[in-house]
Nanobody
Framework: QVQLVESGGGLVQPGGSLRLSCAAS????????MGWYRQAPGKQREWVAD???????DYADSVKDRFTISRDIAKNTVYLQMNGLEPKDTAVYYC????????WGPGTQVTVSS
């Protein structure tokens, strides 16, 4: 099992940036895949980006070239750097860890509005 806690959400103007953090309760090197998902009001949760334990990254087309996923193994933390934020990025962002089962954090709200 693993516990996940997200932080770094908030209110930002269009074009702005935020960095989300996901702290894990165990070594992320032992976790096959860690990723970020988001859920906007009235919509289904959607995949945003992920990083494997070998360091391979992948992104949804809607965030490619704007968002960057990274990790600090020593801190057991995964990050999501979000640049060029748009109102359509407004959502609750969830951290996910897959180790034969899916584990989720409680989420952090990101609101992009002027």
């Amino acid at each position: 099992q693993v516990q996940l806690v997200e932080s770094g959400g908030g209110l930002v103007q269009p074009g702005g940036s935020l960095r989300l953090s996901c702290a894990a309760s165990k070594s992320i090197f032992s976790i096959y895949v860690m990723g970020w998902y988001r859920q906007a009001p009235g919509k289904q949760r959607e995949w945003v980006a992920d990083i494997t334990n070998s360091g391979r990254t992948d992104y949804a087309d809607s965030v490619k070239d704007r968002f960057t996923i990274s990790r600090d193994i020593a801190k057991n933390t995964v990050y999501l750097q979000m640049n060029g934020l748009e109102p359509k990025d407004t959502a609750v962002y969830y951290c996910n860890a897959y180790m034969s089962s899916n584990y989720w954090g409680p989420g952090t709200q990101v609101t992009v509005s002027s």
